[in-house]
């Protein structure tokens, strides 16, 4: 199946526009773009929700996280789903996740744990891995006082943010000593996430999807390569398997994991390759492959109908992820 035509559409409307790519804008200006077409092109619906905003600080960490509820629920216990947002490590913030975060809580009926985590360059590896590594900390320590079932989370994340929910998840074992089980994280769902920084380092290793949709479908190879720039210290770091996660030792430890690539995404192999290694280490996995979306197709529900249907597919998916457990 070829790319949707709602999708072709969209980009062509982007290259009529004749505006600079992201990687050569201001950060900020870049942040702003992002933030405005998820907003414009994203999840059509405002659903009502209560939020809570919490500043977090630790020796190795200063971020945030906003917590979207159902209305009317905050003397509930509820589930946790514990969400990383997408954008290179660069780009993304709860304003431009507002409409998706308020719907997964809505539609899922679960208590939405928005990360904000540190983003480059300001902040370069490894402040995001620790970020992540310290959310799990503060829901350790804090969610149970803050009526959230820290023994039912699902650890999920977009792109660069699937890279989080996969820390995440593999910490989470670590602040569970003996039979003292402060949480749980029953599952990981990751959407078209960021497996492997290798490939864009090493001109001998290449995924098929990056030499077949490099240029011209929504993520460009120059745009990756510059969020790398502006995230890494040194090139060397990609192939640390905290960047590299296929590389890394522990993956046979992820709880039930579901991952979601698009059809038409240079990052899709890199996501069916995670899979195939998971599958390997028998960790229970799933690979959906979504036909005709672009990357980033979370966001393209508000000028694509099949791009609408598939985020419900994800969510019913996650929602049959927190009853199976």
């Given at each position: 199946?070829?790319?949707?035509?709602?999708?072709?559409?969209?980009?062509?409307?982007?290259?009529?526009?004749?505006?600079?790519?992201?990687?050569?804008?201001?950060?900020?200006?870049?942040?702003?773009?992002?933030?405005?077409?998820?907003?414009?092109?994203?999840?059509?619906?405002?659903?009502?929700?209560?939020?809570?905003?919490?500043?977090?600080?630790?020796?190795?960490?200063?971020?945030?996280?906003?917590?979207?509820?159902?209305?009317?629920?905050?003397?509930?216990?509820?589930?946790?789903?514990?969400?990383?947002?997408?954008?290179?490590?660069?780009?993304?913030?709860?304003?431009?996740?507002?409409?998706?975060?308020?719907?997964?809580?809505?539609?899922?009926?679960v208590a939405v744990v928005f990360v904000n985590?540190?983003?480059?360059?300001?902040?370069?590896?490894?402040?995001?891995?620790?970020?992540?590594?310290?959310?799990?900390?503060?829901?350790?320590?804090?969610?149970?006082?803050?009526?959230?079932?820290?023994?039912?989370?699902?650890?999920?994340?977009?792109?660069?943010?699937?890279?989080?929910?996969?820390?995440?998840?593999?910490?989470?074992?670590?602040?569970?000593?003996?039979?003292?089980?402060?949480?749980?994280?029953?599952?990981?769902?990751?959407?078209?996430?960021?497996?492997?920084?290798?490939?864009?380092?090493?001109?001998?290793?290449?995924?098929?999807?990056?030499?077949?949709?490099?240029?011209?479908?929504?993520?460009?190879?120059?745009?990756?390569?510059?969020?790398?720039?502006?995230?890494?210290?040194?090139?060397?770091?990609?192939?640390?398997?905290?960047?590299?996660?296929?590389?890394?030792?522990?993956?046979?430890?992820?709880?039930?994991?579901?991952?979601?690539?698009?059809?038409?995404?240079?990052?899709?192999?890199?996501?069916?390759?995670?899979?195939?290694?998971?599958?390997?280490?028998?960790?229970?996995?799933?690979?959906?492959?979504?036909?005709?979306?672009?990357?980033?197709?979370?966001?393209?529900?508000?000028?694509?109908?099949?791009?609408?249907?598939?985020?419900?597919?994800?969510?019913?998916?996650?929602?049959?992820?927190?009853?199976?457990?």
């Amino acid at each position: 199946m070829s790319l949707n035509p709602d999708l072709q559409q969209m980009l062509e409307e982007n290259s009529r526009a004749k505006g600079p790519a992201l990687q050569n804008m201001p950060i900020e200006e870049a942040r702003a773009a992002l933030r405005d077409s998820f907003i414009k092109r994203g999840y059509p619906l405002e659903h009502p929700a209560d939020i809570e905003h919490f500043e977090i600080s630790t020796d190795s960490a200063n971020f945030s996280i906003d917590i979207y509820r159902p209305i009317n629920s905050r003397d509930t216990a509820l589930p946790v789903l514990l969400y990383f947002h997408g954008g290179g490590f660069v780009l993304g913030d709860a304003q431009a996740y507002d409409r998706q975060s308020r719907a997964l809580a809505y539609l899922l009926k679960v208590a939405v744990v928005f990360v904000n985590y540190r983003l480059a360059p300001e902040h370069r590896y490894p402040a995001a891995t620790n970020d992540a590594r310290e959310v799990v900390n503060w829901l350790a320590k804090h969610g149970k006082d803050n009526n959230l079932n820290v023994q039912k989370i699902i650890a999920c994340g977009e792109s660069a943010g699937g890279n989080l929910a996969v820390h995440a998840a593999l910490h989470s074992s670590s602040v569970n000593t003996g039979k003292d089980n402060k949480l749980n994280i029953i599952a990981t769902t990751l959407i078209y996430p960021v497996t492997d920084l290798r490939p864009f380092y090493q001109p001998n290793m290449h995924y098929p999807s990056m030499q077949s949709y490099a240029n011209g479908y929504n993520l460009d190879i120059a745009e990756l390569n510059w969020f790398w720039q502006q995230y890494l210290e040194r090139e060397e770091q990609a192939e640390l398997a905290d960047n590299s996660l296929i590389l890394h030792p522990q993956l046979q430890h992820l709880p039930n994991t579901q991952i979601f690539v698009a059809q038409c995404d240079p990052l899709r192999d890199l996501g069916i390759a995670f899979a195939m290694k998971l599958q390997e280490l028998d960790v229970n996995t799933s690979i959906d492959c979504l036909p005709g979306m672009l990357h980033s197709f979370m966001f393209h529900g508000g000028v694509c109908g099949d791009a609408l249907r598939h985020f419900y597919k994800v969510i019913e998916k996650i929602d049959a992820q927190f009853h199976s457990c």
